[in-house]
């Protein structure tokens, strides 16, 4: 509270009224918590406040020069410029009441508005994200009272202008502070800022216009949403106050995690299991497409299935990339099904098979294998980089 009352605004000491007044506006509209919603700007707003509240009154002016303490004695509703709207400090600096009418005002507002969003969530499973699905869906919205036809009165009667406010919904009230009158208007209490009153609610909807309803919508999911992605219904969601326009309804996609394939972006992966042996002499696989999801019928021509070539040598982790076999995007195109394979060695011997395995070994000079030691895992883009090097 000790700073200098020249530096909060940031003017000289021998500033000008107009100067000051100027610098005051100019922090008001950084600082006001109406625009600033940081919490340091209320107690920053307050002190430019108090600073201005000095500094634009003569004699509390000139008393702080004298190194007085002006808010010392009887300083009546210091630092009430933080109780004032930003818009009323904008309305005492433009005038907001000049010419002595009810300037500024707003008007009533209006009975009827457009209702609100709605969203509710779908859980679909992946084929169904990645196909698309046609889905019934619950949903639980306001609608349009019939009782009324959404204008709120009883059949027979109708709204009528306010007399408290004689239509305007707004009353005015005056304070004097040390920014000079400020008049501020609020909604009229009698007519709750509508100008209107409805002297006969409809029984329906008490007057508001709208009911709840629980109703079944059909809805079309595009084929490739995905997690968190959103299906707008135009006007399917909340029936505004007084029978207003519709809102959107919003769908918001859940996808179910798949038994077999993971998605990444419209990429699949998933990993593939195969014999020690079958990976050294090389084999091919039958694998389920994510199509043999989806109930097809007999001609449909969707493969359900993809043949897959193990090459012979086939190391564990070793990736296969199918284009075009992964999740349509939602503006075209397709990922790609990336299978990895994994090497299965064998965990129970016979007697036979070891005894097989040991000749083999014996031939291929494997009995006392050294072991190689190499880096730890390749990342990504040590694999992209061998890659290119030829390895
Ligand atoms: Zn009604
Ligand atoms: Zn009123």
Redesign the pocket.
């Known amino acids: 509270m000790s700073q200098d009352l020249y530096d909060l605004l940031g003017v000289d000491r021998d500033a000008d009224d107009t100067a000051i007044k100027k610098a005051y506006r100019r922090l008001a509209r950084q600082y006001h918590p109406d625009v600033n919603p940081e919490p340091e700007a209320q107690d920053k707003f307050k002190e430019i406040s108090r600073a201005y509240e000095v500094l634009s009154d003569p004699q509390k002016r000139s008393a702080y020069d004298r190194g007085g303490d002006p808010f010392g004695g009887g300083a009546a509703g210091f630092g009430q410029g933080a109780g004032f709207s930003f818009t009323d400090i904008m309305d005492a600096f433009f005038g907001g009441h000049a010419g002595g009418g009810a300037g500024g005002g707003r008007g009533p507002r209006p009975r009827v508005r457009r209702g609100q969003d709605a969203l509710i969530r779908l859980d679909v499973d992946l084929a169904e994200a990645a196909f698309g699905v046609t889905r019934e869906l619950k949903v639980d919205t306001a609608v349009l009272?019939t009782?009324?036809h959404?204008d709120?009165a009883a059949p027979g009667s109708h709204p009528v202008p306010c007399e408290t406010c004689r239509g305007q919904g707004e009353v005015a009230h005056v304070q004097r502070s040390f920014l000079g009158e400020i008049r501020t208007l609020r909604p009229c209490a009698a007519c709750r800022g509508f100008g209107t009153i409805i002297p006969e609610p409809?029984r329906?909807?008490s007057?508001?216009?709208r009911?709840r309803s629980r109703r079944t919508l059909t809805v079309k999911i595009p084929a490739g949403v995905d997690t968190g992605t959103r299906v707008q219904l135009a006007e399917q969601g909340e029936v505004g106050p007084g029978g207003g326009p519709a809102g959107d309804l919003y769908v918001e996609i859940q996808v179910a995690p798949h038994r077999v394939f993971t998605r990444h972006g419209n990429d699949l992966h998933c990993t593939v299991t195969v014999p020690m042996t079958a990976a050294a002499l090389g084999t091919s696989l039958t694998l389920p497409t994510l199509e043999a999801d989806v109930e097809q019928g007999a001609d449909s021509g969707v493969e359900t299935e993809f043949s897959l070539e193990i090459p012979a040598g086939t190391q564990s982790g070793t990736e296969q990339v199918l284009r075009g076999r992964g999740v349509p995007g939602l503006r075209g195109g397709r990922g790609d099904l990336v299978v990895s394979v994994a090497v299965e060695t064998p965990q129970r011997l016979d007697a036979r098979q070891e005894e097989l395995l040991r000749e083999l070994a014996a031939i291929r000079g494997e009995e006392t294998p050294s072991g190689q030691v190499k880096p730890g895992s390749k990342s990504f883009f040590g694999r992209l980089r061998d890659a290119f090097d030829g390895h």
Do not use: Q
């Open positions: 009272c009782t009324c959404g709120g409809c329906e909807c007057g508001d216009g009911v």
